[in-house]
């Protein structure tokens, strides 16, 4: 099973091609696929036309979701945060840190083109989905 980040699930709908959303198509035949709950936040928030909103939503359901944060992961993605900042990287965003930290605790991949995802593969043990996946 592989998580997918919103970075992904965003360039799929919007029909985009890339390395990670045929990998996205190829877990999604194989039913390899996670998706998190803040994850599908992300995602369907994105959404101008509801039958837009319903059609991603009809595909989420079919998948596996992952809740991304709880009491010990709020507090390992902290840790997590503070040692990145440590080591002079900052991470743009919260939710970012709370999706890594779920992957590396549930020691899944994630499949992402967010940059910042990039920091938690080479010091944190985050597994990448693609060995290059950020550019």
């Not at 944060?69 to 002079?88: H, T």
Request: aromatic content about 8%; charged content about 25%.
């Amino acid at each position: 099973m592989t998580m997918v980040d919103s970075s992904v699930w965003i360039d799929f709908f919007r029909g985009s091609l890339s390395p990670q959303v045929e990998l996205l198509e190829k877990l999604l035949e194989e039913r390899a696929a996670l998706v998190g709950d803040l994850v599908m936040v992300e995602v369907l928030q994105g959404f101008a036309h509801d039958h837009q909103f319903r059609f991603a939503l009809r595909r989420f359901s079919y998948l596996p979701t992952v809740t991304i944060a709880d009491p010990e992961i709020a507090v390992a993605a902290a840790r997590n945060y503070r040692s990145l900042r440590a080591k002079g990287v900052t991470i743009r965003k919260t939710i970012d840190t709370l999706i890594a930290t779920r992957c590396i605790a549930l020691d899944v991949p994630l499949l992402y083109s967010d940059r910042d995802f990039d920091p938690f593969a080479a010091h944190l043990g985050l597994k990448s989905a693609l060995p290059l996946a950020a550019s």
